[in-house]
C-alpha cells in the first residue's frame, strides 16, 4: 500500500536573482514532517537545494527538478502523495511540480505555503498538474489527505480542511481550520537528510500576524498565535542535540511583542549558548529590550521599516494616521540607538518604489537613512565601538492575493513589469513621473550608507545574502557537468561565501 509522504522544499530562485537567502533548515515541510511523523505517517523531507543542488541556469535547474522527479519514480510503489512548499512563487516550484508529474502521472501533487495560499485560484487554473493546494495551516489537511489515502478515500472532499481544487472548471474550497500550537510537536531535525550541513539553524516562536499591511501574504495563512515557552525550550534543546551550527536565524516577524513573553523568551535563549539574528518591528520590540538580548546573544536585527515616509507608510496600512507615522519614525531611531549602543547590527528594510510614491515619498526614505547614519556616527564617536549598519532598499514586489494586489487599478497609476511566472510583478513606475531609473538612484544612494566591518560582513553571509554566483565560481569542483552545484556538506566546508558583500549593497 502506497503511504509514504514526500515533502518537498524547494529553496531559492537561482537562476532569476543574483542575492539569495542563506540555506537553512526549512521550516514549512519541517512543521508538516514532524506533525506527521507525530501521527505515525511515514514520511520524508527533501530539501532541494541543500539534497539535490541548484543550478545558475534555467537548463542546470531542470536538471535538479529532473533528478528529484527520478529519485521518487524509484520510489513509485511506496509515495501516497507529495507536497510541495513554496515560499514565493520561485518558478522552479512549478517546474519541479512539472517533472514530478510525468515521472508520476497518478500521484497527488499538494502545494502550499505563503504564495499558494494567496493565490490558490490562479495556480490551480493556470496549471492543471497542481492535484490542490492547502491554504494557511498545513498540519491537519496533510493528516486527513494521509488517512483518506491509507483508506482508498478520496481527499478532494469537505473533510480535508483548508483545501482548495477544481472540478470540472469549478473552484472547491474547504474552511480553514487553524492549529493549537500548544498541541504540536517540536520540529525534528532528524528528518533532514543533511542536517550537519547548515550553517544557520532556525527557530519559530510564533506563527502569523496580527497587522494587516497590505502588501503582505501573511494575511492569507492565518491568526497570529505563539509557541509555549515550554516548546520553545524542548526545541532549542533539539536543535543544540541535532544541528553542528552556533547561529540561530529566529523566524518570527513579531518577535518581541510583550514585555514579559521577552523576557522570558531572553532567559529561554541565554541557557543555550547560540547567538540569534530576529525579525521584528520598529513598534514591537522596545528599546529597552534590546540590552536584555545582546546579553543572551543577540546578534542581528532585520527591521521591516519599509519606508520613512508618512505618506508611504499610510498608503502600505502600516500605520492608521500621520501621528502614528511620526510616532513610528520616531520609534525607529530610538531602537536603532539601542542597537548601536549594544553592538547589536541593524538591517534596514526598506521597500522603495511603492504605489503612489513620489519622489518626495523617495527623498523622506534617503534623508531618514542620513539621520540614521548620524545616530551611528555619534554612538561611535562616544563609545568608540563600531556596530556597523546595513540600510537594505529594494524596488517593490507586488504579489496577487495581497490586498495591495487588489486595489492597485482601483487606486494608483503605476507601471509593472511583466509577468516572470505567475503573481509576482516588480513596480517600475509608482506613479506618474517616477521612473525604475529613478527609483534605482535612490536605492543606490540609501545602500551606499552601509558600513561593513568584517564581523557585519560574516553576518550578513550567515543570516541575509548567499552569493551563489560568487560561490560557484570560488568552488567550481563542487559543480559537476551538467551545471549542478551540490551545496551539503560545502556549506560548512566553507564558510565565508562572499568576502565582498558590501560591494553590493
Not at 9 to 31: C, K, Q, W
Request: with cysteine; net charge negative; proline share 6%.
Amino acid at each position: 500500500m502506497k503511504e509514504k509522504v514526500i515533502l518537498l522544499s524547494i529553496g531559492n530562485d537561482y537562476p532569476r536573482y543574483e542575492e539569495h537567502v542563506p540555506a537553512f533548515p526549512p521550516m514549512s515541510i519541517l512543521a508538516l514532517g514532524s506533525y506527521l511523523a507525530a501521527q505515525a505517517v511515514p514520511v520524508e523531507l527533501l530539501d532541494v537545494q541543500m539534497d539535490f543542488g541548484f543550478g545558475l541556469t534555467s537548463a542546470a535547474e531542470q536538471v535538479v527538478c529532473q533528478r528529484v522527479a527520478r529519485y521518487l519514480q524509484s520510489q513509485a510503489d511506496a509515495v501516497a502523495w507529495v507536497g510541495i512548499s513554496q515560499l514565493s512563487n520561485a518558478s522552479s516550484g512549478i517546474l519541479l511540480a512539472q517533472e514530478i508529474r510525468a515521472a508520476l502521472p497518478e500521484t497527488p501533487i499538494i502545494f502550499g505555503g505563503y504564495f499558494p495560499s494567496c493565490n490558490y485560484e490562479l495556480l490551480l487554473r493556470k496549471y492543471p498538474f497542481i492535484t490542490a493546494i492547502v491554504r494557511g495551516d498545513g498540519e491537519a489537511a496533510a493528516l486527513q489527505i494521509s488517512r483518506s489515502l491509507a483508506h482508498g478515500q478520496p481527499f478532494l472532499c469537505d473533510q480535508t480542511p483548508n483545501l482548495a481544487w477544481l472540478d470540472a472548471g469549478g473552484l472547491h474550497t474547504t474552511p480553514f481550520q487553524s492549529m493549537a500550537l500548544n498541541n504540536l510537536p517540536i520540529f525534528d531535525f532528524r528528518l533532514l537528510r543533511n542536517r550537519s550541513c547548515y550553517q544557520t539553524g532556525s527557530l519559530m516562536t510564533s506563527r502569523g500576524c496580527p497587522f494587516s499591511c497590505n502588501y503582505c501574504t501573511e494575511n492569507g495563512m492565518r491568526p497570529y498565535a505563539v509557541y509555549p515557552a515550554e516548546w520553545v525550550t524542548r526545541q532549542l534543546e533539539h536543535m543544540k542535540a541535532e544541528l553542528q551550527c552556533k547561529r540561530v536565524i529566529v523566524m518570527d516577524p513579531m518577535f518581541g511583542a510583550g514585555r514579559e513573553r521577552t523576557l522570558e523568551m531572553c532567559r529561554i535563549l541565554r541557557e543555550h549558548h547560540f547567538t540569534y539574528g530576529i525579525q521584528s518591528r520598529v513598534d514591537v520590540l522596545r528599546p529597552d529590550l534590546i540590552p536584555h538580548l545582546r546579553q543572551v546573544g543577540l546578534e542581528m536585527v532585520f527591521w521591516g521599516v519599509e519606508s520613512a515616509s508618512p505618506s508611504t507608510l499610510l498608503r502600505m496600512n502600516k500605520v492608521r494616521s500621520k501621528d502614528q507615522a511620526e510616532s513610528y519614525l520616531q520609534d525607529t531611531l530610538k531602537v536603532l540607538q539601542a542597537c548601536f549602543e549594544n553592538s547589536v547590527v541593524p538591517l534596514l528594510g526598506l521597500m522603495l518604489g511603492f504605489p503612489g510614491d513620489t519622489e518626495a515619498d523617495l527623498q523622506a526614505s534617503l534623508e531618514f537613512v542620513k539621520e540614521v547614519d548620524q545616530l551611528r556616527n555619534q554612538v561611535l564617536e562616544r563609545t568608540g565601538v563600531d556596530t556597523g549598519l546595513i540600510p537594505y532598499s529594494q524596488p517593490t514586489q507586488i504579489y496577487d492575493g495581497t490586498p495591495l494586489a487588489g486595489c492597485l487599478a482601483k487606486d494608483f497609476q503605476v507601471t509593472l513589469s511583466p509577468d516572470p511566472f505567475a503573481g509576482e510583478r516588480t513596480v517600475l513606475s509608482p506613479s506618474p513621473g517616477v521612473s525604475m531609473d529613478t527609483v534605482s538612484r535612490y536605492m543606490a544612494e540609501i545602500n551606499n550608507f552601509g558600513h561593513y566591518t568584517p564581523e557585519v560582513e560574516e553576518l550578513v553571509n550567515q543570516y541575509i545574502a548567499f552569493f551563489a554566483k560568487d560561490f560557484v565560481t570560488a568552488h567550481p569542483e563542487l559543480t559537476d557537468d551538467e551545471g549542478v552545484t551540490i551545496l551539503s556538506d560545502a556549506v560548512q566546508r566553507f564558510p565565508s561565501l562572499d568576502d565582498s558583500a558590501k560591494d553590493r549593497k
